[in-house]
């Protein structure tokens, strides 16, 4: 998942001497990440919590194709491919001399296990379902990959590049969750559970070696200690930052350099559609209309969001303004509950994960839908619990979360997922979607299921989540913009 769940990292380290020669004038290696979620496991090809990708995508584990900082599809693990005129068999030419960290070579074994794996029974991958039109997966040599799906899928080459496709030996996976070993240009060397994770510099990496030699990720899940934190140097670089009112103050201060990007965050009031009474959609269109989402925007977020009428994100050019289908009309959200049946309301539950634009935007989305007669039973929930209750036990009416997977509005077509939506309707538009590459004709599909599932008021969307935070003014490197839930260190450096 989800998408869910997902906050960013980033960071560095500010440049020290300790000698008059020139050699002490170097800049710092070593740098350290302020995070506010702890991942639950170190394996995200088995786990849903997007903390996991925040410390090891491209950092630790690397896949056949990757996403650039401008959300580029790149060669990864693959230096090439071919597809086939009929869009069905992906032929993949994979790079030499690449070696896991325990120092086993990566091979086509290792890939067709890696695939097979994802879509074995007993697999426990978050984003299974990008991968279930794989057929069949063969070695044609230890460095080429013959890939047949069992029908055209024009998001192949994206969905591989997801941390949930990354490239692991069967000799290591066992252990992966807590001792990950991957290809990346940084080794696992400790993780302090419920304080932080260390990483080195690999020695052996295929590709051009990181120029920092330690990357440690802090988590620190109180804003109060994450400013203290920075403020003190403890911490060199916090993405996004949990507390964005204290923002203005950073950018006052020579010493950061505050950075406000875009992600991929619909960050939506996710809802039950098969819990009583809101699986009748009038119920979720009066919620819909009790919403103000600007409201939401400069209360939880102090200004920084962009309103989202749909699961799909403003920046993307397929994006369709929809915000004004569910503006905010608490008399018609009145209204609309009057024709469902509920003309004095009714009581649900208002579950929240750790992030503090769901704590603090649950706080202003239950005063708001206690003014057209819902009461809201609030539970603020660590991430496992959430995990638990909400996206494995589906056990909630409400709750606020954000998606940061990119293009993940497929997941509206998995009757299964946490806010179950079943619409035959919807899984035929992605079903079109996934079978076509012609560029037009995925333009119009897209925009087709965004539209359709504003129509079906599945959630309540409310904004997209912006990318803010502060790094070191002399930190370089660093992605400002995130296509996915990553803190690439691969890049970073300390400027002289």
Partial sequence: MTSAFKALAFAG???????????????????????????????????????????????????????????SINPGLAESWTI??????????????????????????????????????????????????????????????????????????????????????????ANNATNPVGTGAFVFKDWVQGDRVELERNPDYWGEPAKLEKVTFKFISDPNAAFAAVMAGDVDAFMPFPAPENLPQFAADPRFRVIAGSTEGETILSTNNKMPPLDNPKVREAIAHAIDRQAI???????????????????????????????????????????????????????????????????????????????????????AQWLEQVFKGKDYGLTIVSHTEPFDIGIYARPEYYFQYDSPEFQKIIEDLNNTADPEERDRLVKEAQKKIADDYVNGYLFQLANTGVVNAKLQGVWENAPTQAADMTSVYWED
């Fill in 13 to 71: 380290a500010l440049a020290v001497s300790t000698a008059l020669s020139p050699a002490a004038f170097a800049a710092k290696t070593d740098i350290t990440v302020g995070a506010q979620l702890e991942p639950p496991n170190l394996d995200p090809t088995s786990g849903a919590a997007g903390a996991i990708d925040t410390v090891t995508y491209s950092n630790i584990f690397e896949g056949l194709t990757r996403f650039g900082p401008d959300g």
């Fill in 297 to 383: 925007i400069d209360g939880a977020m102090f200004g920084y969001g962009t309103p989202i009428g749909t699961h799909f994100a403003p920046h993307h050019p397929s994006y369709l303004d929809l915000t004004a289908q569910s503006n905010y009309d608490p008399e018609k959200a009145k209204a609309l509950l009057a024709e469902a049946g509920h003309p004095d309301g009714f009581k649900t539950t208002l579950k929240l994960p750790p992030p503090s634009y769901a704590r603090r935007g649950g706080e202003i989305i239950a005063s708001q839908l206690r003014d057209i007669g819902i009461e809201t039973e609030i539970s603020n929930l660590e991430w």
């Fill in 84 to 173: 086939s005129d009929d869009g069905k068999v992906y032929t993949f030419n994979l790079r030499k001399g690449v070696k896991f960290h325990d120092g086993s070579d990566m091979t086509a074994d290792d890939v067709k296990f890696s695939l097979e794996r994802i879509g074995a029974e007993e697999s426990t991958n978050a984003q299974k379902a990008l991968y279930a039109d794989i057929e069949s997966v063969e070695v044609v040599d230890p460095h080429t990959v013959k890939v047949t799906l069992s029908k055209p899928n024009g998001s192949m080459l994206f969905n591989l590049a997801w941390g949930d496709a990354v490239v692991v030996a069967p000799e290591t996976i």
